[in-house]
């Protein structure tokens, strides 16, 4: 489900009292997209290319000017902006509200953006992890709403993101909802992660480890497939391979699907959440295709015999709804959320 301007989400909880302004920023490696949102209801929305400007600081103000004429026409000026929110990926430092490590943002490598934001724009910025962010935002506006959820985001790379009581769970460190990084194979062969260690999900459910998982139960079995023929293998060759009912493909991803599953059962027995999410670019099609719903039924089928029954009768497994809006929706919500929680903890005048 997309957000577009003339669309209300819902708003789910008594944190959203009123209808203020607030902006949601998702800093990418190529691109920042801005939502402007009026209570929960996004007003304007704009993306821009990191390559179009020499420097944050200058893509902040473009972003700004539009702001501040999106505020204009409706009778508003930019200081009734209550707060940013900012969703980068990479490990937040808990205690320096900085990046303490950027994923993928190698040309503006080790600026403090939420400082250059905050200085634009003279608002404060609270800064948040993507995977935290798309969390956040499905626990509060998407089909599954839920105040305990878990986001598992699935791509390159295996992300995740942990919302217990509305708000993100990141850990002492930072590095909460790593899920990625869990082991889920302790055998001498497990793999290697691309962070190092043996065994991770990721090196499994993350895109190359769904195409290795497809070469080796290539080279297993004497069956026919289309992928013997593909050069490269892709998650999407497999996928569409799947769909058309190639069975070593079909494998591949009920393969994968049952990893994932184990470790939702591991993750529910720590946190009990009322609902787990797959999302990313790597959900073999999704809600939308047959191909996607065996996945998701592989990954149930897994999960519930391995869960305690108090907590499998009411998790949820799902795809997420929110799709690329999730980083500037999640990033909304928590410079609201988070500006009215300090809000309300100053002694009155
Ligand atoms: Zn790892």
């Known amino acids: 489900?997309?957000?577009?301007?003339?669309?209300?989400?819902?708003?789910?909880?008594?944190q959203i009292k009123e209808a203020s302004w607030v902006l949601g920023i998702d800093l990418g490696g190529t691109t920042i997209k801005f939502g402007l949102f009026r209570g929960s209801q996004l007003i304007w929305r704009n993306h821009i290319r990191t390559d179009d400007f020499d420097s944050p600081t200058a893509a902040f103000e473009s972003c700004r000017d539009s702001v501040r004429q999106t505020m204009a026409s409706s009778s508003q000026s930019i200081d009734d902006l209550q707060a940013i929110g900012l969703a980068m990926a990479g490990v937040l430092d808990p205690t320096a509200e900085e990046l303490a490590e950027t994923a993928n943002l190698h040309r503006w490598h080790q600026l403090n953006f939420r400082q250059q934001l905050s200085t634009v724009f003279q608002k404060p910025v609270f800064l948040l992890?993507?995977?935290?962010?798309?969390?956040?935002?499905?626990?509060?506006?998407?089909?599954?709403?839920?105040?305990?959820l878990v986001l598992m985001t699935l791509g390159t790379g295996v992300g995740g993101g942990v919302i217990l009581d509305g708000r993100p769970v990141r850990g002492a460190n930072g590095c909460g909802g790593e899920i990625g990084h869990a082991t889920i194979d302790f055998s001498d062969s497990a793999r290697q992660c691309g962070c190092g260690f043996p065994g991770h999900l990721e090196a499994y459910a993350g895109a190359g480890g769904v195409v290795q998982t497809a070469q080796e139960i290539l080279a297993e079995s004497e069956r026919h497939s289309v992928l013997r023929k593909m050069n490269p293998l892709t998650p999407l060759s497999i996928a569409n391979a799947a769909a058309d009912g190639d069975t070593i493909a079909m494998d591949v991803i009920q393969h994968t699907g049952v990893l994932i599953g184990r470790a939702i059962?591991?993750?529910?027995?720590?946190?009990?959440?009322?609902?787990?999410?797959?999302?990313?670019?790597?959900?073999?099609?999704?809600?939308?295709?047959?191909?996607?719903?065996?996945?998701?039924?592989?990954?149930?089928?897994?999960?519930?015999?391995?869960?305690?029954?108090?907590?499998?009768s009411h998790l949820k497994i799902e795809f997420a709804t929110l799709g690329n809006d999730a980083g500037i929706v999640g990033a909304a919500h928590y410079a609201r959320q988070t500006h009215q929680a300090q809000q309300s903890k100053l002694p009155s005048a």
């Open 1 to 14: 489900m997309n957000f577009s301007s003339s669309e209300h989400p819902t708003q789910n909880s008594d």
């Open 265 to 312: 059962a591991m993750l529910a027995h720590v946190i009990d959440p009322d609902v787990v999410l797959l999302g990313g670019a790597m959900t073999f099609g999704g809600p939308g295709t047959d191909t996607g719903k065996q996945f998701l039924k592989s990954i149930r089928e897994e999960c519930y015999p391995r869960t305690l029954v108090q907590i499998r």
């Open 129 to 148: 992890n993507d995977a935290d962010a798309a969390a956040l935002a499905e626990s509060a506006h998407g089909l599954c709403r839920a105040n305990s």
